[in-house]
């Protein structure tokens, strides 16, 4: 069984940073498209970017993209997204997700496929 664990939500200022973790346990996390999307309060849930099994395909979203930067460690089992220059449009729970793949250089943008899902952590970005 997969789990994911995330940490690094917090309440920030409008142009301010913060940098999200999620580390996955119970199988090889090497073996795992990661993904991170958000969903705010009455929308609906969006990827916000995705990172390929060798860390070299990246998806952004087009309002993240010069802000936000996904990366991995497979050493250490973490997936990361640091947000800079954060706007209060941000503001969103925001979850990281898996997918088991064969590719190590494909990346998936569609969030049916993702089959684990962290338990999601709230970033607020104050005006």
């Known amino acids: 069984q997969v789990q994911l664990v995330e940490s690094g939500g917090g309440l920030v200022q409008a142009g301010g940073s913060l940098r999200l973790s999620c580390v996955l346990s119970?199988?090889?996390?090497?073996?795992?498209?990661m993904g991170w999307f958000r969903q705010a309060p009455g929308k609906e849930r969006e990827i916000v970017a995705g990172?390929?099994?060798?860390?070299?395909?990246?998806y952004y979203r087009d309002s993240v993209k010069g802000r936000f930067t996904i990366s991995r460690d497979n050493a250490k089992n973490t997936v990361y997204l640091q947000m800079n220059s954060l706007k209060p449009e941000d503001t969103a729970v925001y979850y990281c997700?898996?997918?088991?793949?064969?590719?190590?250089?494909?990346?998936?943008?569609?969030?049916?496929?993702?089959?684990?899902w962290g338990q999601g952590t709230q970033v607020t970005v104050s005006s």
């Open positions: 997700a898996a997918d088991r793949s064969y590719s190590t250089v494909v990346v998936t943008t569609t969030q049916s496929e993702y089959d684990y």
């Open positions: 119970g199988r090889t996390f090497s073996d795992y498209i």
């Open positions: 990172i390929s099994r060798s860390g070299g395909g990246l």
